[in-house]
């Protein structure tokens, strides 16, 4: 089983919320810097949101904050992405992302060296 596993895309009207998951399997997700990235067909993979071990840093892209919150479950082992108001730009493949050491005032997709598969989100008008 790959060590984290998203889940919770699908197709959402306009306006709607969508809550993405990311699940550890193997090693405890608190230990680790999670950051949920997005990738839209002809785009470069861009950051959306980042979360550091204790919580005590979490960072928005301009166009997610106000609207998505990142949080963390440590009984799931599970770092979601909670969505609102969701617009068509937010259409793309989200991924999660984790690592030990990024800051989540500074990071980049190339900081992470263990990532998801993916989990599509449609956001029709």
């Known amino acids: 089983q790959p060590p984290l596993v998203e889940s919770g895309g699908g197709l959402v009207q306009a306006g709607k919320s969508l809550r993405l998951s990311c699940a550890a399997t193997?090693?405890?997700?608190?230990?680790?810097?999670i950051a949920w990235f997005r990738q839209s067909p002809g785009n470069e993979r861009e950051e959306v949101s980042c979360?550091?071990?204790?919580?005590?840093?979490?960072t928005y892209t301009e166009s997610a904050r106000g609207r998505f919150t990142i949080y963390r479950d440590s009984a799931k082992n599970t770092v979601y992405l909670q969505m609102n108001d969701l617009k068509s730009e937010d259409r793309g493949v989200y991924y999660c992302?984790?690592?030990?050491?990024?800051?989540?005032?500074?990071?980049?997709?190339?900081?992470?060296?263990?990532w998801g598969q993916g989990t599509e989100v449609i956001v029709s008008s």
């Open positions: 979360i550091n071990q204790n919580s005590d840093l979490i």
């Open positions: 992302a984790a690592d030990t050491w990024p800051p989540c005032d500074n990071y980049r997709a190339s900081d992470f060296g263990t």
């Open positions: 193997g090693f405890n997700i608190d230990h680790y810097v």
